[in-house]
Every structure is written in C-alpha cells, then in structure tokens.
Nanobody
Framework: QAQLEESGGRLVQTGDSLRLSCAAS????????MAWFRQAPGKEREFVAA???????YYANSVKGRFTISKDSARNTLYLQMNILKPEDTGVYYC??????????????????WGKGTLVTVSA
C-alpha cells in the first residue's frame, strides 16, 4: 500500500503563488488517477483538481485559471501550482489516489487513500 506525504503549505498573502507537492512511497501510482482536495475550517472536504492516468486534468470552478495540477510519474510525485491565491483558498490540502477506472472528477468517497494534509493559509 502506497503512502503519501504533502508538503509546501504555509502562510502567504493574497495574490501570492505557492506550489504543493505530494510524494509517494511504496508502490507506484504511475497509472492511477490522482487528485487534490481541500478542507476549510468548519467545511466539508471539497474537490480541487484531478489528473487521470492519461494526463487529462479536471478543476473545480473556483480554481480554474489559477491552479494547475501535474505529475512526475518517474518520481512518483504530484504537484499543485497555485497562483493568485485568495483568502477563500485557505484550508488543509490533501492529495489522494483513486482506483484505476474511477470516474473523473472523483468524489472524496472514490479515493483509496490520502496523505495527512498540508495547511495553506492566505492572509487578506
């Protein structure tokens, strides 16, 4: 079973950019769908972005044009480039791996396993 670890979250200002990373250990996820979710204080975990085995990408409407999901399969690493950050982007960001063949974009229930999350705080 693979293990995931997110990194890169920190306190930033409105309009800043930030890149999150998700490093995998154990079994490879090269051909599996992967996604980023986030959870704001007092809110449900929500979909942010996903990338399929064929590198098709999907984004929540709230982040389209600002965030970019990508992967380096050879290094078993997933990335989320976040630009023009807003206070409403604040939350704990989680990366996860879905089962092969899962529909896109996935729901939280479709994810097989998660990392522990990394906190992103955007100050106004």
């Amino acid at each position: 079973q693979a293990q995931l670890e997110e990194s890169g979250g920190r306190l930033v200002q409105t309009g800043d950019s930030l890149r999150l990373s998700c490093a995998a250990s154990g079994r490879t996820f090269r051909t599996l769908p992967m996604a980023w979710f986030r959870q704001a204080p007092g809110k449900e975990r929500e979909f942010v972005a996903a990338i399929s085995w064929s590198s098709m990408t999907y984004y929540a409407n709230s982040v389209k044009g600002r965030f970019t999901i990508s992967k380096d399969s050879a290094r078993n690493t997933l990335y989320l480039q976040m630009n023009i950050l807003k206070p409403e982007d604040t939350g704990v960001y989680y990366c996860g791996v879905a089962a092969l063949g899962a529909t896109m974009p996935p729901t939280a229930y479709a994810m097989d396993y998660w990392g522990k999350g990394t906190l992103v705080t955007v100050s106004a």
